[in-house]
């Protein structure tokens, strides 16, 4: 998946699951700040992106992700070790 690709499908899990207005939601977007979700809601987040990629995501993948550029970039971290 590109990242265009990995950034939509986040856009739409989060409007999907949390409500949140896609219009609203850039790269700087900051989970925790700016959409207020907490700890389960990103294990529900990284269970949808798992569900939608194929890929087999961990939660400590996702430690130190903080903003919507942050998950795209891990996604794709991920996607490109599962080509290897």
Known sequence: MTEQEIQTLLVNALETLFEVDPKSITPETNLYEDLEIDSIDAIDLIDH????????????????????????????????KGEE
């Open 49 to 80: 992106i798992k569900r939608e990629t194929g890929h087999k995501l961990q939660a400590e993948d996702f430690r130190n992700v903080r903003t919507v550029a942050d998950v795209v970039q891990a996604v794709v971290k991920i996607s490109q």
